[in-house]
């Protein structure tokens, strides 16, 4: 993600330089530096925090990391672009949006969902009263499969994929919070993962102030490609979003039909992970408010972390207000 971050930056955005590369990998920077013609490549951060000639930063680190970063980014006078989730904890993200609102920096989070055409005209429904007073949110995450064990910790369902789909069911209920999550997960595509505690199959029910139900679920493979769809019943109507679909070609044949569906996240939101860099670009350039703030990950996130409390005691979790 980072590296297709980088080409975003040096290549797609016309207003944008990039600048430096940073990785503590031996000659990972190097490397994607000079693919992207980038001036400099550190193997430290705290090269990055000293660099006059930086503004802003992209942060695509594990997510362990994110915090810790978006910090020292702040008090380097930095503006901050951050991956999903920006925080482990919610100490942590409070942390974080504390650092940068005492820097004066622009902090905001990699939702991308929010930049998707389908996801952007069903939120335009709603903020022109059309779809009416949302009753049933749906969001959904399907990935291709292919996951390395070894990369997938305790908890990355809710804080790494389901994430996305809290910030969207918050994303489709405009001025709702969220108060109680409900959650079953397992390990049905990795069976041996059960007695490690990781999961890779979930669904989550999330109740709103404003009484609206959403449900977010997610699993690690399907096998038909990548699957990502949401939908809203409100008062006005239904808006469903997303159909996985490389383009709009059906082929008939003797066997019946096919389409072809995407196979990766970069391929099915490309267009929506340089929208949301421009849109980080803009905020940077003007002064005006990120559209996807430190608050809204911050929200994202205390759904997540009840939902896998939810999991381990297998009750209903209520979110406290801040």
């Known amino acids: 993600m980072g590296s297709f971050h980088g080409e975003t930056l040096s290549r797609r955005l016309p207003a944008t330089r990039l600048v430096a590369v940073a990785d503590p990998a031996p000659g990972a920077a190097q490397r994607l530096a000079a693919e992207l013609g980038a001036d400099r490549a550190y193997t430290d951060a705290a090269q990055v925090w000293a660099d006059p000639e930086i503004d802003a930063v ?38 974080a949006i504390d650092a940068c609102r005492a820097a004066g920096v622009v902090l905001q989070a990699g939702f991308n969902r929010r930049f998707v055409p389908d996801w952007a005209a069903a939120r335009t429904l709603l903020d022109t009263g059309q779809l009416g007073t949302p ?20 908890g ?21 919070a969220a108060v109680e999550v409900f959650a079953v997960a397992d390990a049905l595509v990795e069976s041996d993962w059960r007695d490690r505690g990781l999961l890779d199959t979930a669904v989550v029910t999330v109740r709103f ?32 979003m997303g159909d996985g ?17 995407a196979r990766s996240d970069q ?17 940077v350039r003007t002064g005006a408010p990120p559209p996807v703030t430190g608050e809204d990950a911050r929200a994202a996130l205390a759904i997540a972390l009840a939902a896998a409390e939810s999991v381990r005691t297998g009750h209903p979790v209520r979110i406290e207000a801040k």
Do not use: W
Request: net charge negative.
């Open 209 to 240: 102030d404003n009484g609206a139900v959403g449900t977010a679920e997610a699993c690690f493979e399907a096998s038909y490609g990548y699957d990502v769809r949401g939908e809203v019943l409100g008062s006005g109507g239904m808006a469903t």
């Open 58 to 95: 992209v942060i695509a680190a594990p997510a362990r990391f994110h915090a810790g970063l978006i910090v020292a980014a702040a008090q380097a006078g930095k503006h901050v672009f951050c991956e999903k989730p920006a925080a482990l904890t919610l100490a942590d993200a409070d942390r």
């Open 245 to 261: 679909r490389r383009t709009g070609m059906v082929f008939s044949y003797a066997a019946g039909r096919m389409i072809e569906t």
């Open 267 to 283: 391929e099915l939101f490309g267009d929506a992970y340089v929208a949301e860099l421009a849109a980080f670009a803009a905020a």
């Open 156 to 176: 990355t369902i809710f804080l790494e994929t389901l994430i996305h789909d809290f910030d969207t069911l918050r994303f489709l209920n405009p001025g709702a």
């Open 135 to 154: 009753r049933l949110l749906r969001s959904v995450t399907r990935d291709p499969g292919g996951f390395d064990p070894a990369r997938v910790a305790p």
